[in-house]
């Protein structure tokens, strides 16, 4: 998996980069994904079964997105969150893609696609935040 430029937790500046920019920092798969609004595979993403602490960052610009304290088992095949990391971490638009509503995640620094929130998630915010693993970076944290 590439890794984006660098990491980050605290830089809010918006990432702005053409398509061919993109193509070449990313793997093809994070490109189809985070790019061009895929999907993996359930049950086959990196981070789907991750018990590891740390923070999950955006794979292509490390803006930092979850936390693994807010990570559950959703059962889905995708890592799910309860919440991202913090209030503008990530941004929601409607997705009426594939004949249903949904609720599209993107990375507010960059707008890479990251998956869908479903109202179905536990206590206590109730949401479930349904993520590629290919969207995602995960920077080992010793406590969180």
């Known amino acids: 998996m590439k890794r984006p430029l660098h990491m980050t937790e605290n830089n809010s500046k918006k990432v702005i980069r053409t398509d ?26 990196e981070y789907h079964d991750c018990k590891h602490a740390g ?21 889905s095949g995708w890592p799910s969150f309860r919440q991202p990391a913090n209030d503008g971490a990530v941004e929601t638009k409607s997705d009426s ?26 206590a206590p915010t109730g949401d479930r935040y349904c993520i590629n693993s290919v969207a995602l970076v995960l920077e080992p944290r010793l406590t969180e």
Request: proline share 4%; hydrophobic share 30%; with cysteine.
């Open 97 to 122: 893609t594939l004949g249903m509503v949904r609720t599209e995640v993107l990375c507010n620094r960059c707008d890479a696609h990251l998956g869908h929130v479903f109202n179905d998630g536990p």
């Open 20 to 45: 061919d920019e993109w193509r070449a920092q990313l793997t093809p798969e994070q490109y189809r994904v985070c790019r061009q609004h895929g999907t993996e595979s359930p049950f086959t993403g």
């Open 55 to 75: 923070v999950y960052c955006c794979s292509c610009c490390g803006a930092a997105l979850f936390v693994s304290t807010e990570k559950f088992d959703s059962g």
